[in-house]
């Protein structure tokens, strides 16, 4: 197929679910003939405001947008609403990550409507968030993964399963927000110290280190300089269980990259996270109620709250359970890029 037409990629420079949802969709429509092209990675095409000692402060700020064909994968919020509106978009396909409800105006409600021609969910939790807020869901389409080659990843999976090789390996990667639940790991973490009959360690892989952790948990703090997509793929491979102890997604992408690697996944029952696995490749543990916590002028974060035992029970479960993990990997083969998203290049024609 060859299409000569242009598509504007707006996405962030960040290894997060937002930025690869917007480099997978970007390269699966590239291969199918369409230009591609990536603006304002830098700054930020926005500005996200919070108060800091009663006074606001900016954080991002970045120029409007004016192209005729724009996709974007960015939270749906007042800062974004407010440069969409304000753009001269001809043709917006939007796959919006919502943890929650958006934080908008009255006003961008009716505004963004006349705007946006597409929406796309990465999951059906979103697609259902986008019509309980006025919305539509035109499809549900997962990003899917898009692992290096095998030859890239080998090195670094037979450098972690060496050093990984007298204990059982818990892996998390995540952002050090609230909703990702840190704490509840950690907690779990030292119950299970308490009970778990076999070593274990909780390899915690993140942009920000938490300040107190027990001995059994690892952390890697990516501040300290860059670490490949090869190696994050290689640790995938060598853990022995992907814990994904995150309270609220918009899907959750490490989740299906590590059943791409065959790796078994404790995560929450709840959606989007339990949507995408199912009782041979995962265990899940339940929550108990719903909390909401703001995220600057973007998102209420829908928190599902669990109690840290719970979460401790599954990983234990998952440390004496015999996983299968060819299955597992002929599971995940469902979420590789091209599958997953196949057919979405209609809604660019």
Known sequence: MSNSKLIHVWTVPSPCGIS???WRVARYLREKGYNIKYINFLPLPFKIQRIVGGRKEIIHHGPAMNVENLFTSFYIGEPTADQIIGSKIKYLVWMPYLEGRPYLRGDQYVALKKKVDVFIAPSKYVCEKLEEI????????????DPPEWSYIEPYYRAY?????????FLYIAHNQPRKAFDKLIEATKILMKEANKPFMVYLFTNKAPRDYPRNVFVVD???????EEEIWGMLHAADV??????????GIPIIEALYAGTPVVCLDAPPMN???????????????IEWHRFYNLMWFEHKVYDPKELA??????????WDRRKIREFGKRYYYK?????????FE
């Open 20 to 22: 690869k949802t917007a």
């Open 134 to 145: 006025g919305f539509w869901c035109n499809d549900v389409k997962i990003p899917g993964v």
């Open 161 to 169: 399963r060496a050093r990984w090789s007298c204990k059982f390996v």
């Open 222 to 228: 990516t501040r300290s300089g860059h670490i490949s």
């Open 242 to 251: 992907y814990v994904h102890a995150a309270m609220a997604e918009g899907l």
């Open 275 to 289: 949507e995408l696995v199912n009782s041979e490749v995962a265990i899940t543990f339940p929550w108990y109620k």
């Open 313 to 322: 029970e599954a990983m234990a479960k998952a440390m004496e359970r015999k």
């Open 339 to 347: 599958e997953a998203l196949r057919g979405i290049e209609k809604y």
